[in-house]
Structure formats: C-alpha cells, structure tokens
C-alpha cells in the first residue's frame, strides 16, 4: 500500500503561495529566492529611523514557545511589531503529564482568541506540521524550531547572509560542523542550500554526532575538519550543548576543542575568502575559539541582524498567502 | 485639457509641459529648495527628467508595497526594491511625482510611508496624467494631461529611455 | 445445536462447494444439506479456515472480541496486558467467561511470563496455564538480564509451556520511535536501529537452544531476523516467529508527514525488510499476527513523541492479509500464515476436513468496501485504512460452528 506525501501539501497554498513557515524542504528555488529578495527589502526599512511598516497591523501574533528561547523570541516579537502587528506571549513549559490534549485544548483556547498567526517552538520534531493540520483555516503557522526536524527562519537567514558576503549561494561549497544528529538548524541549512545550488554541502563532526544517513539529504559526511573544511567558502560552526558529554556522545569539551573547535589555524583550511557563521549562542572555546568568532572572516553578528527581516518576510508572505487563500475560497 | 484615448500623447512631450507648470508653481508660491520624491517606478523616471529639467537636487525614490491597502489580495510583490530617502525630511518642501493618478490609493499610501521618515514641510502632487475615477479625495496640484479610459482600458508608461505611453 | 449448512461456496484447497457443521464440527464437505439445518447460502464466496490471531491487545472483551470475529478471526490470543492484566487464575477465567458471553471469537489469554510484568520474578506458570493460558509473554516490557530469561525459559520447558518473547534490546532501542535510517533522520526522529531486534533475539535464540524451551517470537520486523529464524529452525532448534501485519504492508516511509497512525512497535522498516519478511510468509516459516491495539482519536491526535503506539487492525484484517495477493502471494498462503502455521504454535488444529472444528470464515472478494468510524467494532478506529477503499468483505465467521460474526 502506497503512501505519497509532499510537505508542501501543507504549506502551500494551490497556487504555490506560502500559507504557513514549517520545513525549506521542498519549496522550490524561486519561492527561496522570494524569501530572500522580500528580507533584502526589509533590511532597508530596518536601517532607518521609523522602522514600522503596517503590514500586519490590525493582525494578532501570538509567541506559542514549549521550548524556552529568549533569542528567538525576542526576534519574532520584534519581527511581528515592525510589522505593525499585536503580539502576545506564550510560555507554555511542556508538564511532565501532559500530551497532545494540552496541545490541542491550547489551540481550541487560543484561536477562541481569534489569532491570526502562531509562532511555534516545541521540543517535538513534527510540532509544527501537527499544529498547522489542526489548526482552523486561515491560521498562519511559522515554525520557530520542532525537535530536531527543521528551523526554517534559521536557515533562511544564514543563506541571506551567504548571498549578502559571497554574493550567491550558487556553486559554494559549505561545511557545517558539529552536532549535527540534534540539528534542526542543519537539517534545514541542507535542504536550502541544495535547493538554491550549492556545490557542495558538508556535514562534519564525530561519528557519534554525525549520522551516515545526511547523505541521503544530499550532504558529504566527514569525520576530519582535514578534509571537511579543505577548501570551503563557508564555514557554519553549530553549538555544542553540555548533555551530550553526558550521554556517551563525547569524552570531553576539550577533545572536542581540539579535534573539532574552529581555531584560527583550522580556519586555513579553507578558501582565504571564506566566512564563518554560527546560529548562536556561541560556546566560546568550545566549538570556536575567540580570535575567530570576533575575526574579519566572521559575520555572527550580521547573521542576527538579517534574522529580524527575514522573520518580517515569512510572516507578511505567510499572512497574505492565508488570505489570498480565504478569498479564492469564498469566491468559488 | 480633456483628450479621447484614441490618441496618446507624447509621454516626453508631456515631462516638458510638466516641468514647465512645476516650475511657475515653486516661482509662484516661493517654494523653498523643493525636494522631488518619485514613487516607483514610473514617478521615479518622470522625477530624473523634473530633476534635470529644473536643475534640483537629487530625487528621492518612495516603493509603497509595504504600505498598499490591497496586501491581502496580491500579496507582496516578490520585486519589492525599497525606498530611498535622506534619513530626515523634516521640515522639506515636497514635491511627490507619479505618471498616473486613477483611484488616489497609490498617494495615500506613499504620504503614509512619506510621514513614517518624517514630517514634511508641504507636500505637492504633481502627476503626467490623470484618467479620473478618484475613489478616494486626493487631487494633484499639477497634472500634464487629464484622458478618458474606457471601462476595460488601462494605461502603462515605459521607460526610463525613451519614455512612452501605451494602452493595455 | 442445530446443524449449519454454507451451501455455494468455493472452499480452499479442495472441489467441494459446501460444508455441512454438526455439533461445532464439519461432519461433512460439498454434501446435501440436511433436512433440519439452518442452510447459509455462501453466494460463491471463499471459504477459508478461520483466522488465529497470536497477538492483540483487548482492554473489552466484548467489543475486540466482536471486532476480531469481523476480521474474519475464529480465535485471537490476548495481551497478558490487556485489562484486566493476566497474572492471577481469577483474571484469567474472568477473560474466559467474557469471551463465552460475548459469543464472537474465542478468547486465548496469553498469560503474564513474569511477575506484574517486571522481567524479574516468575510469574506462576503452571497455575496460569492450568487456569486455561494458552501461553506466557512478557508483552514488550523487557526481562531485566540474561540470566532471568534463561531461568523463565528453564522453568517452561520443565512444564512444557510455550513462552512467547518480544525481541528488543532496551539501551540500543533507546528513546527511539522509528525504524533508525533515512527517514528518520530527515524527520528529526529519534531511530531504533534493527540491531536492537537482532542483538535480543540472538540472546533469545541462543537460550532456548540451551533450554530447549519452545520460544515464539512475537512481531520481528526485519530481515536480518527472517534469516536468523529460519536458520535457528534449521538447526533443529523449537522456534517459531510471526510478523505484524502492519509490517508486511508499510515501511518506514509512512511516516513521513509525521502521521502518528504509522507510530507501531515494533517499527515499520525499510522495503528490503518488508521484502524479507513477505518472503518468510510465503515459505510458510513465518505466521501472520494483528498487533492489534486500540485508541481513542484523542489519543493518537497529538505530535508524535507524545501519540500513542499501535493500530487498530482487527476488523479488517482479513481483507488486508488478502490484499497481499498484489505482493505475490497465493491465497492459500496467506491463509496458511494466518491459520495452519498459528494454529502449530499453539497446539491447535486448523484445517477443513471433516471431524476438524468447526472454525470457518466466508470472504467476498469481489466486494469492495469503506470503513468508516462507526463500521469499527473495536474500541478503536486508529486504522491506516480508516475512510479508505477496501477489497473484499467477510460474509461469515464461524468459531466451533457458533456464528461469531455474519454481515447483516
């Protein structure tokens, strides 16, 4: 018995509009590239004195977080005012007891609240894709990071910064490096560079935290920074989270410094003209040394910069495409 | 003037005769150093001939898609360029340029975005034509020419060199 | 007990076309009808022997039992962790006098092997098996080591007790919640690597040559464990082993969407292990078994950590094990797998012949259908089929000659 399944059957709209932000897997090329054109024109209206366009005004946001995030939060709370927009916050930490009633008992009261877009954050991986098929029509759902599965916004950011410092994503080649079995941010940083045309796309990091299967995402798997970061435009370094000592994953922070961390020296590996990226918050010493995390090759700071307008991008686009939807189908 | 749509006139014809009717308008009403603002992007080309013509500063360039009311409908349009203004136009005297005035919606949306950088001195409307069906109050202080379209007529300007007035 | 006629049926493996039931056996095959039987007019249907399902969890009797008899089921073993949990004698002929008074497929209760289910004590065997068990698994909770398993498997060989065991090493299967490979990692979901089946049922396999207790295996899902099964066999050793359906019909790409329906234990693998698997069915070494298990919708509507494992399967289980002709296998050995080889297991006979029981399911196959929340006589309607076309149709299912189910 057969099972088709395209994850765009969720987010899209019929006429391949976005309706909701969960997954950059599938979308195509040209709906990446509308993403990426629409921030660009955000970053301008960023830059100066009134930074308030009404797009979203009269629309109520509402920050649904099972998962603590100050960072992320923050951003989108951001994102959602620049864009004349109500917001509310939600901090719902997961009770030991609960299951999916609370989720769905959640949505039912929040949308007799008549919401117009939920942000989602949830530990679970599918959270996002479970919300958006429950959720009454016309709800706008961006997927804020679920489990290990997807970080769409993450990952649109990071490409907008590699168009805005190497020019376009076509023909680099990228190495993210670190914890990538627990990755969201890589899974979707994957899907997206493949798509808009990178070169190459590698993964490396120990056997442990590396699963053999990215390569059936696409991806090279390495298990050297030797020949993982040989001659690479971009470098994303991922951040190394304490549990996995813990778990059996790893000896120690150090080993992991010394084998895996991105030193200066380490960095030669790659083109001269290549930059370093990290989604933040860094681990000083841990997965990258000081010197080049504050060096001219890294653009960490710029990455949180764009990640306001990109954030305001998925949000108009998703909003419109909901009611473009709404309109077709009260017309018919 | 009132002319049938059978005929076109000369779009860089009609610059000229604008730029003329600009001009004795700063003389008349003593304007001070007039700041132009095209709105993208047949206001922006019209505006690089006022600026020529009469000699003024550098245009400022108003992109209105964050700002129109119809966003629900046709969404954000994927070329959005952005605008480009001077960091302050408090207290300038503007002079807010676009090829055709029809319902007035385009206007208000670019005096919205214009008060979001800003508060002007004064703002003048000055347009190449105006096809009439106003749906909101708005008028121009200045127009080149006035034409009639039929229900299932629009009209394009094509540019920036040569500029050319078209039906579609 | 009146005497029942099916007149006008196509009965496997044989020319008759009719069967004739006195006293809850076949007394005769393509005869007249008596002058005093009820007469069922079998409108050219399949006749097959019923189904034996080795494993589902029935929380109600009454209405798994009816479900069961639905899917073409004459007799269903249950969970020992169904409710009430199959510990203690008292419970088990509670099951028992359930499934008489419910009258729809007959109720074998798999009895608890371990103490409350814990994997450290021993339950008391003897006394369950006495008090009508027709076996002893653990459910899938683990034994806690080694040395535990070889006592349980020692203590039933003494009695001859057939002890049903669930391959699964707990440290390797982790927090996992699919099959470990592709999809898994694209999804984002934590994965059971096969090793962790293969790895306990090496132990499993090992201990019972050293007991020579006779073990089944209930629900592999690989093919690595197809092999290990048939050569375990080959080496003389008393194994059995059975699939779940659901693994001979999706792999692990059903999941995808994240649709908590496809959320089974043990999981659904990749094609070359469905492969696999069909293949051992096909040669008659592997059974065919429902893992059926019921929820609410609530239950299953939720992200899919937080979902509840299983499927509902037993109402329409013969219609799904007979849709497996498309995957090259005959009806006979579809039957096979889910009567014959069971019923070898357990002990039990199953075969159409005169003096045999009369335990008997009538399928339509040309009839197509829909099941729908209401057509369920489960508890459950957590189906992967739920709303969506079905081939075939059970007419009839006959348990000792009782009707235990007949479509109105």
């Known amino acids: 018995m057969q099972i088709q399944y395209n994850p765009n059957q969720v987010q899209l709209t019929k006429d391949g509009r976005l309706k909701h932000f969960l997954t950059t897997e599938g979308l195509s090329k040209e709906l990446l590239t509308e993403i990426l054109d629409t921030a660009d024109s955000f970053i301008s209206t960023q830059e100066r004195a009134v930074k308030k366009v009404p797009l979203l005004r009269g629309k109520t946001v509402v920050n649904l977080f099972f998962e603590n995030s100050t960072r992320t939060r923050s951003t989108f709370e951001l994102a959602a005012k620049r864009l004349s927009a109500d917001i509310l916050n939600l901090d719902i930490a997961r009770s030991a007891t609960s299951k999916g009633e609370t989720l769905m008992d959640t949505l039912w009261n929040l949308e007799a609240m008549y919401s117009d877009m939920f942000v989602v954050r949830h530990a679970h991986s599918g959270a996002a894709h479970f919300i958006a098929e429950q959720v009454t029509p016309g709800v706008a759902i961006i997927n804020a990071g679920d489990g290990r599965h997807a970080h769409p916004t993450q990952a649109m950011l990071d490409m907008l910064t590699i168009r805005r410092h190497k020019g376009q994503i076509e023909g680099q080649t990228v190495a993210i490096v670190g914890d990538i079995l627990h990755s969201r941010v890589a899974r979707s940083q994957i899907h997206a560079l493949k798509t808009l045309g990178a070169k190459e796309v590698r993964v490396v990091g120990p056997a442990t935290l590396v699963p053999k299967e990215m390569a059936d995402m696409g991806a090279k798997v390495h298990y050297h920074m030797e020949t993982g970061l040989k001659d690479v435009d971009v470098v994303i370094m991922l951040r190394l989270q304490k549990e996995r000592m813990s778990d059996a994953l790893l000896p120690s922070e150090a080993e992991y410094f010394k084998l895996y961390g991105l030193t200066e020296e380490k960095l030669t590996l790659a083109k001269p003209d290549a930059i370093v990226m990290h989604p933040g918050p860094i681990n000083r010493g841990v997965e990258i040394d000081s010197a080049v995390a504050d060096g001219n090759q890294s653009v960490i700071l710029n990455q949180v910069s764009y990640g306001i307008a990109v954030r305001m991008a998925v949000m108009s686009m998703a909003m419109s495409g909901q009611q473009a939807e709404r309109e077709q189908e009260a017309s018919v | ?168 | 007990m009146t005497s029942l006629h099916i007149s006008n049926c196509r009965i496997l493996n044989s020319d008759a076309t009719s069967v004739t039931i006195e006293n809850g056996v076949i007394s005769a095959l393509g005869a007249d009808a008596p002058t005093n039987a009820e007469v069922i007019d079998g409108k050219g249907a399949l006749l097959l022997p019923g189904l034996i399902d080795l494993y589902s969890k029935a929380n109600n009797i009454a209405t798994e039992a009816q479900a069961a008899a639905h899917g073409g089921i004459s007799i269903m073993c249950t969970s020992p962790d169904s409710k009430p949990m199959a510990e203690a004698p008292a419970d088990i002929k509670s099951i028992l006098s359930a499934s008489d008074k419910t009258g729809a497929a007959k109720v074998l209760p798999l009895g608890t092997l371990t103490s409350e289910l814990k994997g450290e004590q021993l339950a008391n065997m003897h006394g369950l098996i006495e008090a009508g068990c027709i076996a002893l698994s653990n459910a899938r909770q683990p034994i806690k080591n080694t040395l535990v398993m070889r006592r349980l498997m020692e203590y039933a060989a003494t009695h001859n007790i057939t002890v049903f065991l669930t391959p699964q090493d707990q440290a390797l299967a982790a927090n996992g919640l699919m099959h470990e490979g592709p999809t898994a990692t694209r999804l984002g979901l934590a994965g059971i690597p096969e090793t962790a089946e293969t790895i306990a049922l090496a132990q499993q396999i090992l201990l019972a040559e050293l007991t020579g207790c006779k073990v089944h295996i209930s629900h592999i899902s690989c093919a690595r464990a197809v092999d290990m099964i048939r050569d375990a066999k080959q080496r003389g050793i008393q194994i059995s082993a059975d699939v779940a359906i659901a693994n001979l019909l999706y792999t692990d790409q059903a999941v995808n969407g994240y649709n908590s329906c496809f959320y089974v234990e043990p999981p659904l693998r990749a094609e070359q292990d469905r492969q696999a698997l069909l293949a051992g069915v096909k040669e008659g070494l592997l059974a065919v078994s429902s893992n059926h298990k019921a929820h609410e919708q609530a239950d299953k509507k939720a992200t899919f950590a937080d979902a509840e494992t299983g499927m509902s399967i037993l109402d329409t289980f013969l219609p799904m094990l007979m849709s497996l002709q498309a995957e090259d296998l005959t009806v006979a050995e579809l039957a096979n797998a889910a009567s014959a080889v069971p019923a070898a297991i357990l002990g039990l006979e199953s075969a159409i012949e005169t003096g045999k029981a009369a335990n008997l399911v009538l399928f339509n196959e040309e009839e197509k259908q829909t099941c729908s929340e209401q057509d369920f006589l489960s508890s459950g309607s957590n189906s992967p089929i739920l709303n969506q076309p079905l081939q075939g149709q059970v007419l009839l299912t006959l348990t000792k000659g009782e009707i235990a189910y007949q479509l109105s």
């Not at chain 2, 600009?22 to 019209?46: N, S």
């Not at chain 2, 385009?106 to 214009?114: P, S």
């Not at chain 2, 800003?118 to 020419?145: E, K, N, W, Y």
């Open chain 2, 1 to 168: 003037m009132s002319l049938s749509a059978d005929t076109l006139p000369n779009a860089e014809q009609l610059c000229e005769q604008l730029a003329n009717q600009l001009q004795t308008l700063i003389q008349e009403k003593q304007i001070d150093t007039p700041f132009l603002v095209g709105i993208r992007t047949g206001g922006a080309w019209i505006a690089d001939r006022l600026q020529q013509k009469l000699q003024l500063e550098e245009p400022g360039i108003l992109d209105i898609s964050f700002y129109r009311d119809d966003f629900s409908q046709r969404g954000l349009a994927p070329q959005v360029k952005g605008s480009d203004l001077p960091d302050s136009i408090e207290d300038r005297h503007i002079i807010l340029v676009d090829d055709v005035i029809m319902s007035g919606r385009t206007i208000r949306a670019a005096m919205n975005e214009l008060f979001d950088f800003g508060r002007p001195a004064s703002i003048h409307l000055v347009t190449l034509l105006d096809v009439g069906r106003r749906q909101l109050p708005i008028q121009p202080d200045l127009c080149a020419a006035q034409l009639e379209l039929n229900d299932d007529q629009a009209i394009k300007l094509t540019g920036p060199e040569p500029l050319e007035l078209s039906l579609v």
